[in-house]
């Protein structure tokens, strides 16, 4: 026993010093590392690598490109940076946080600026800058919410799928009325008008309600994003929030009990979904027979127009050693061709004003739509270094009203005065 | 300070007993020494600063302390915390000691590993996909759930989208999670129960249940304890689940503690605060963990 | 002491009478039962996770349900996992980041579990409690700390810095202390009396001992090490570091979840740990069998 004690140490000891090395070295190649955490779009992110093997011809570095997992990118990210050598070169992420709230991203050199500048279409001039100062380059064009809509369903329900109502309020909510089979027991409907956002942490439900708020002419934050009181909660915000509560509550054109709302109307359980851009990539995948088509979101007073709480930039890290080879790089991938190839590539909406009338633009299914919402004016943007707090305390107003926790005016009230104390913290 | 002066330079024979006792524990010592404690240690300095890692950091005292504990929605996330650890921790333990119980009594070993195997699988999974099959399970609309309960007349229930089911059904995937991982622990250690006392009682004519609250479970006690305890801690600190599947909703009425701390830190960027909610997780954790140590602690007679 | 508990068995069973042995048999029978209807209800997620990585996504969409997949030998899903991510070596990865989380974790937990179980020094109590109060720290509050610690040491994207905070198991050390407190002071004396060292001791006369608590620790920390996710996830950035939890993820994004490929990697991830369970199992069997006798 005492022998093989001594051996089983042995061996013991003997593996871990093995697997103690350092695992597989990186090799010799310099390179420059692209973090992202985009992994529904994975030969985007590819593309960059292959970008990056003629970079390397030019310069001697290539870029690899690291997908992280959406869930505790956060975390990651700053412990990175935190840790510095280990950060990546250039890394996808929203400017107002680790540009605005921290201070990990490098300036825009003058002459890329004036390329964007002079490019990018006019809702997208913000995405990227922080107080004026670009920090980086949009890559998504595609994410505002527009309106798909079932043609099976409207046919059958006696609308016109080629020409949806243009208002929410009265008809849009008549045409969702009629889309809607109630249960004859008085239970759920079998059928619903409208796929509502009812699951999940509060910022992505604040991020589907807002095309209403925008539409009633309302806005989260004042334009210089210093103040709550009077816009979260003005008469405007009540009373699209009235609008849409109801839609739950009173008028039941739409569910709680349907799960997730790209899901319901992909089963057909419901006619009508606000959805960006990518969705249509998914209904072809998950649901080939649901016949869909896409429009402009609906107007009320204002229309909503092409608004987004999340604007994704690749950005350059301050510390980095490689920071002027990184800007190279972007350098060499930023023109018109190379903005399309990127994004037609994973059938996105490419960037540029210059490609927005591609023939692979217009082959798309929202094109039209596209072109209609752009044509809108610009909405709100709520660009500030704590908008998540910002919105999940608004969020939170949101679902209260969903869920028949209060009155759209006292939630409202509430949180706008919990956004006020955020801001001033 | 003097016995410690005998630990390193023993004198005696006893000493050096003492000395050998702390070798054995110093490598887990150095452990937590160097992976924990410093990292706790400058948690509880952030819970008196203002900061932003990279940014400003500024002293504000008890400041934070009081912004958190007067914070609804902390109190909501620590509501909702107890709330599932009081579904969770009692029914897993109880079924975990019912289960352990009755794979002890079958015969044959074949099909005991068989159901102990399918016991233990769960523990197997990573808690992300676990949840995530879970929460497909629990789907209103097409999950497998809504639809067995359609054979037995039971209209489909909201599951995870309910204000008032969301708890309830969270803690049942906790309990699926780690009912196998306690089985175990429970069966290893009824089966080193010396049979002796099991035919000593025999003879006395002992009924099943004299058995079991005279013997088997004063037997367990050690593991029992180990069970509660850390049930307690983990259920406590449940995150991965819910993060990936409610993320706090509907309404935050799932909202756990350390969800909270994460969203604080990483997504709010208020580390002082998430330092104070840390803080507050390890002292609660710390006085109860105490307190079950000295209540439940019963000295076996062998 | 041979003779009386058999001579006492005798006489117990002939005092039974028959219905009362009749209803012993039944109510074996009906444990036997329930346990293996608990056993079905448990199983049942992972044959539903089994059945929908055999569907295609269309499939899974399907209202109202269906169970059974259109084609049951429909791999498409698997050879998708493969193609996408490089789940062998994920599956390499955790499993050698496991094994060392399980193999330190048992030799650090028995010998800090001795020293609790068998010893009195000053402190002992405390000590316990403080490495107890390491499960009591949120890990996301010191994930940042400890990241730029292991930056530091240079273990980032390397297996030690993945295993770093999984070398020693609290749970290991409660265990093993309860698995050893039970060992008879009679044996460990014995063992002094013949000269032995307290490492000898250790060796000679705890190890051997509490052999199922080891197979148990070595299991369980096994498996907890490989379903560990945020903290792997934080320290490795190179696609030939990850473990097998970033390859489930990575069919997850903040859009939607692709429960077809998510299920077909689950199964992958799940095969192994079955395959070492069943073999294991039987080494544990063997350890229990042959500390009974000894006892």
Known sequence: MKRNAKWAIAIIAAALFAFAMPGASIAQQKKLVLWTHWDQNPDFNKWYAEKGKEFAKK???????VTIPYQGYEAKYLAAFMAKNSAPDIFMGMTHHWCGQYDFCDKMPVDLEKI??????KYMAEVGKWKGVRYGIPIEHGNFQQMYINTDMFKKAGLDPDNPPKKFDPEWLAAMKKLTIADAKGGEPTQVGFAIRSKGAPVGITDKFLPFAHAWGARMLSPELDKATGYANSPAM???????????????????????PEDAFGQKRAAVIFRESWYFGWLKKNAPDVNFKVYALPCQTVCPGAGALFPWTDLVYKNSPNKQVAWEFMRFISNAKDDMDHHQLQGILPVWTANLESDYVKSRPDYQSTKAMLAQQVPPTYFHPKSNELATAFGEAVVGVMFGKGQPKALLDEAAAKMDRILKD | MRQWYRIVFPKNYLDRRKRAGF?????????????????????????????????????????LYEKVLTDPTFWR?????VQLLLLSVPTTVVLALAVALGLNRIASLKWRNLWASMYFLPFATSLVAAALIWQWIYEPVYGFLNYALSFVGIAPQKWLQSLAQVLPSIAAVSVWVRIGFDTMIFLAALQSIPGEYYEAADIDGASAWQRLRYITLPMLNAQIIMVVILELIFNFKIFDQVYATTQGGPAGASQTIIMLLYDTAFKFFRFGDASVMAVFVFVTLMVVTLLQWRLLRRPVEY | ????????????????????VTRQVHLRWIIALAVACGAIVVFFPFFWMAVTSLKT??????????????????????????????????????????????????VVSSLAGFGFAKYRFPGRDIFFLAIVGILMVPFQSVVVPLYVWMNDLGLVDTYMGIVAPDLVSVFGVFLMRNAIEVIPNDYIDAARIDGGSELKIFFLVI??????????????????????????????????????????????????????????????SILPILVIFIVLQRWVVQAVVMSGLKG
């Open chain 1, 59 to 65: 310069s001697g570095y290539e870029v690899e490109v």
């Open chain 1, 116 to 121: 964007y500048d002079q490019n990018l279409p």
């Open chain 1, 238 to 260: 009540v009373a699209a929030l009235t609008f849409f509560g109801d839609l739950v509550t009173k008028d039941k054109v739409a569910s709680l009990a349907f799960g997730n």
């Open chain 2, 23 to 63: 070798l054995f524990v110093l490598p887990a010592l150095l452990f937590f020494g160097s992976v924990f404690l410093l990292p706790l240690a400058q948690s509880v300095l952030y819970s008196f600063h203002k900061i932003t890692p990279g940014g400003a950091r500024e002293f504000v005292g008890l400041r």
């Open chain 2, 77 to 81: 996330a620590v509501g909702n915390t």
């Open chain 3, 1 to 20: 002491m041979a003779a009386s508990p058999q001579a006492g068995r005798v006489l117990s069973a002939a005092a039974e009478t028959s219905t009362s």
């Open chain 3, 57 to 106: 996504a269309p499939e899974i969409q399907r209202v109202p349900l269906q169970i059974a997949p259109d084609h049951w030998l429909n791999f498409d899903n698997y050879i998708e996992v493969f193609k996408r991510e490089p789940f062998l070596r994920y599956l390499l990865n955790s499993a050698i980041v496991a094994s060392i989380a399980a193999v330190s974790s048992v």
């Open chain 3, 207 to 268: 190890l051997p001992s509490v052999k199922p608590a080891i197979a148990t620790l070595l299991i369980i920390k096994f498996l907890w090490s490989w379903n560990e996710f945020f903290w792997p996830m934080v320290v490795t950035s190179s696609p030939q570091m990850r473990v097998v939890t970033m390859g489930l993820m990575s069919f997850t994004n903040m859009y939607f979840i692709e429960y077809n490929l998510l299920t077909a990697a689950a199964v992958i």
